[in-house]
């Protein structure tokens, strides 16, 4: 590589990570990027809904304020103020308020579907830039710090630097952390949830007197486990989650596991009548029930290695209490947990776009990704430490069992500050600031 050559970045994973890493990069003109995506298109998974809190929509904005009107147009539902509500959901108390979470600064975030964000990201690109059917294999290293990416259908090419954007099963993780084996693999976080998607008009009737007052998000703090309503699609549908704790042992690839409906009413007994008309809406989709299972990663040691890094979930997934890894094709909305993981791949992208921007080198990608992993690990640790601590706290486990309304509130009340209202531009900053010191 000579100074007039551009740098060749790989992008692996045409997710929320690595599309808006994309559109980061995209913009430096000593940059030649490509997109490489496993599936046959990049549509994301129809289901899953995603919720953006004001850091993330920040972060956006950092990149550029066009990636938030993409969100605006992915069918967004905004939140209102309070945006979510906790009640007791066990004695003593069940049914009384612990918290009403309200916006502290004004700033809103919005829910959408995971598929309508994608989709409007993958419009503001051009699409050469986006390969698809191009599962990555395998990473080597060159001397140079090039590296040969193989693809399974027996592609390959050689680029200056690649970014994992690959999810939960990343292979570029596996390259990064080969060091630290140990860390690689996503673990069980000992919870199972089912979550169905109810007509509002159907779910007020079931409900009855336990139809939730007003349009928000309500999170009910259970035995072990919890259970949560929140309106989608506009107000046309009612979503109901119940969460559960378990000490089962899932396998490394069960995502999801059948369960009967005398199971699921039985994990929804400790919610009394809430449980039985929640389990009422959950048991019409059908005679057999998928219990989805949790996974989130360990703390990675770093996320980068020579010209390799990862982002967004295939550097730190977590819990969905922040955020969730689960398998596709979920309707899902986020609960008052602090919907985190879409949040943290998009301060990932933001931190790398403008660490690339500075990188004329290969000297100086190493240094990039080096200060890449030295601004965002503790903030990334943070939030995956959040979310595990927050599922505790709604399912009453771990150090966090046995409280009451007002302990709850007291654990529940300042655990978005940090993870909301961080200072973005500071961090920005700072990473400029770090980079400009090493590359001297
Ligand atoms: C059901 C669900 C609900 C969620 N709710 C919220 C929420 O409310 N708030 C929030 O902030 N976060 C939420 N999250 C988490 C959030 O969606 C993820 O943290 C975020 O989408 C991660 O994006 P990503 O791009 O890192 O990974 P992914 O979305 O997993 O994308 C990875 C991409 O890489 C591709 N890929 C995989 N392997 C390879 C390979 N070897 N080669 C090439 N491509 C590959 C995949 O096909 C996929 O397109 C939720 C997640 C799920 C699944
Ligand atoms: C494999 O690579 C070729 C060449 O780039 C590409 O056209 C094709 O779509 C890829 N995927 C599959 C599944 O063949
Ligand atoms: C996260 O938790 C781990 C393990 O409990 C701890 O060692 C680490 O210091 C925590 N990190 C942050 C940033 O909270």
């Given at each position: 590589?000579?100074?007039?050559?551009?740098?060749?970045?790989?992008?692996?994973?045409?997710?929320?990570?690595?599309?808006?890493?994309?559109?980061?990069?995209?913009?430096?003109?000593?940059?030649?990027?490509?997109?490489?995506?496993?599936?046959?298109?990049?549509?994301?998974?129809?289901?899953a809904g995603v919720g953006?809190?004001?850091?993330?929509?920040?972060?956006?904005?950092?990149?550029?304020?066009?990636?938030?009107?993409?969100?605006?147009?992915?069918?967004?539902?905004?939140?209102?103020?309070?945006?979510?509500?906790?009640?007791?959901?066990?004695?003593?108390?069940?049914?009384?308020?612990?918290?009403?979470?309200?916006?502290?600064?004004?700033?809103?975030?919005?829910?959408?579907?995971?598929?309508?964000?994608?989709?409007?990201?993958?419009?503001?690109?051009?699409?050469?830039?986006?390969?698809?059917?191009?599962?990555?294999?395998?990473?080597?290293?060159?001397?140079?710090?090039?590296?040969?990416?193989?693809?399974?259908?027996?592609?390959?090419?050689?680029?200056?630097?690649?970014?994992?954007?690959?999810?939960?099963?990343?292979?570029?993780?596996?390259?990064?952390?080969?060091?630290?084996?140990?860390?690689?693999?996503?673990?069980?976080?000992?919870?199972?949830?089912?979550?169905?998607?109810?007509?509002m008009e159907n779910a007020?009737?079931?409900?009855?007197?336990?139809?939730?007052?007003?349009?928000?998000?309500?999170?009910?703090?259970?035995?072990?486990?919890?259970?949560?309503?929140?309106?989608?699609?506009?107000?046309?549908?009612?979503?109901?989650?119940?969460?559960?704790?378990?000490?089962?042992?899932?396998?490394?690839?069960?995502?999801?596991?059948?369960?009967?409906?005398?199971?699921?009413?039985?994990?929804?007994?400790?919610?009394?009548?809430?449980?039985?008309?929640?389990?009422?809406?959950?048991?019409?989709?059908?005679?057999?029930?998928?219990?989805?299972?949790?996974?989130?990663?360990?703390?990675?040691?770093?996320?980068?290695?020579?010209?390799?890094?990862?982002?967004?979930?295939?550097?730190?997934?977590?819990?969905?209490?922040?955020?969730?890894?689960?398998?596709?094709?979920?309707?899902?909305?986020?609960?008052?947990?602090?919907?985190?993981?879409?949040?943290?791949?998009?301060?990932?992208?933001?931190?790398?776009?403008?660490?690339?921007?500075?990188?004329?080198?290969?000297?100086?990608?190493?240094?990039?990704?080096?200060?890449?992993?030295?601004?965002?690990?503790?903030?990334?640790?943070?939030?995956?430490?959040?979310?595990?601590?927050?599922?505790?706290?709604?399912?009453?486990?771990?150090?966090?069992k046995g409280l009451n309304?007002?302990?709850?509130?007291?654990?529940?009340?300042?655990?978005?500050?940090?993870?909301?209202?961080?200072?973005?531009?500071?961090?920005?900053?700072?990473?400029?600031?770090?980079?400009?010191?090493?590359?001297?």
């Amino acid at each position: 590589m000579t100074a007039d050559k551009k740098i060749k970045v790989a992008i692996c994973g045409g997710g929320i990570a690595g599309l808006c890493l994309l559109y980061g990069l995209l913009k430096h003109a000593h940059l030649e990027v490509t997109l490489y995506e496993a599936s046959s298109e990049i549509a994301g998974d129809e289901g899953a809904g995603v919720g953006l809190a004001p850091n993330a929509i920040r972060a956006l904005r950092l990149i550029d304020l066009e990636l938030v009107t993409a969100a605006e147009n992915a069918d967004s539902v905004f939140l209102t103020d309070p945006f979510a509500t906790a009640v007791m959901g066990r004695e003593p108390g069940f049914g009384s308020k612990v918290l009403d979470l309200r916006s502290k600064t004004g700033e809103r975030g919005f829910l959408f579907q995971r598929s309508k964000f994608i989709q409007q990201l993958f419009k503001l690109v051009p699409q050469e830039s986006c390969k698809t059917s191009h599962k990555l294999a395998s990473i080597s290293e060159q001397e140079d710090g090039s590296l040969d990416l193989s693809f399974t259908n027996g592609t390959t090419t050689t680029v200056d630097a690649v970014i994992g954007g690959d999810g939960v099963h990343s292979i570029v993780r596996k390259h990064v952390l080969q060091d630290h084996l140990d860390q690689v693999d996503p673990f069980f976080s000992k919870q199972y949830f089912y979550v169905t998607m109810a007509p509002m008009e159907n779910a007020k009737e079931k409900m009855g007197d336990w139809f939730p007052e007003l349009p928000i998000q309500y999170a009910w703090c259970g035995e072990q486990g919890f259970l949560m309503h929140d309106p989608a699609n506009s107000g046309q549908t009612l979503q109901v989650l119940a969460a559960v704790q378990t000490d089962d042992v899932w396998g490394p690839d069960q995502w999801t596991k059948e369960k009967d409906l005398e199971d699921m009413r039985k994990d929804l007994e400790p919610f009394q009548e809430l449980g039985r008309v929640c389990g009422d809406l959950i048991a019409e989709q059908g005679e057999s029930l998928q219990a989805r299972s949790v996974w989130e990663h360990s703390r990675a040691a770093t996320y980068n290695r020579g010209h390799a890094a990862v982002l967004g979930d295939a550097a730190h997934a977590m819990q969905p209490w922040s955020a969730v890894s689960l398998p596709p094709t979920i309707p899902y909305l986020p609960s008052p947990r602090q919907a985190a993981g879409a949040g943290q791949a998009i301060e990932d992208a933001m931190i790398l776009s403008t660490l690339f921007s500075l990188t004329k080198t290969p000297q100086d990608i190493s240094t990039a990704l080096e200060t890449y992993t030295s601004v965002r690990l503790s903030r990334t640790h943070y939030a995956q430490n959040m979310s595990a601590e927050n599922g505790d706290i709604i399912m009453n486990a771990g150090k966090f069992k046995g409280l009451n309304a007002a302990q709850l509130k007291e654990a529940f009340e300042f655990r978005w500050e940090e993870l909301w209202y961080f200072d973005l531009e500071g961090h920005r900053e700072e990473a400029v600031g770090r980079f400009k010191e090493k590359a001297r």
